[in-house]
Nanobody, 122 residues
Framework: QVPLVESGGGLVQAGGSLRLSCVVSTRTFSNFAMGWFRQAPGKEREFVAA????????LYADSVKGRFTISRDNAKNTVYLQMNSLKPEDTAVYYCAAGPYRSANDEEYDYWGQGTQVTVSS
């Protein structure tokens, strides 16, 4: 097992920003691609962003492109999701995930965190 712990969620007004962090407890963090997914109440989990092992390649959902930025620091075993210009429809539980490939498909990921709540008020 590879523990993942998210933090940084909270309540923010529309137009505001939050930065999520996900710390991965493994000596082989740089071997993993990382992804962020979210799940709103009553909806299926959806892809948000993904990054490859080196940070040199990223992928975003159309709904967040230009507003969210995924990055990673392999020295700190941490992946980040900078969220700007937040909208009420961004309200969800956000999960980070680790897997062998940068992918928008949640089935490609082997390890998941417990999630952090993001609530955007209008």
């Amino acid at each position: 097992q590879v523990p993942l712990v998210e933090s940084g969620g909270g309540l923010v007004q529309a137009g505001g920003s939050l930065r999520l962090s996900c710390v991965v407890s493994t000596r082989t963090f740089s071997n993993f691609a990382m992804g962020w997914f979210r799940q709103a109440p009553g909806k299926e989990r959806e892809f948000v962003a993904a990054i490859n092992w080196s940070g040199g390649s990223t992928l975003y959902a159309d709904s967040v492109k230009g507003r969210f930025t995924i990055s990673r620091d392999n020295a700190k075993n941490t992946v980040y999701l900078q969220m700007n210009s937040l909208k009420p429809e961004d309200t969800a539980v956000y999960y980070c995930a680790a897997g062998p490939y940068r992918s928008a498909n949640d089935e490609e990921y082997d390890y998941w965190g417990q999630g952090t709540q993001v609530t955007v008020s209008s």
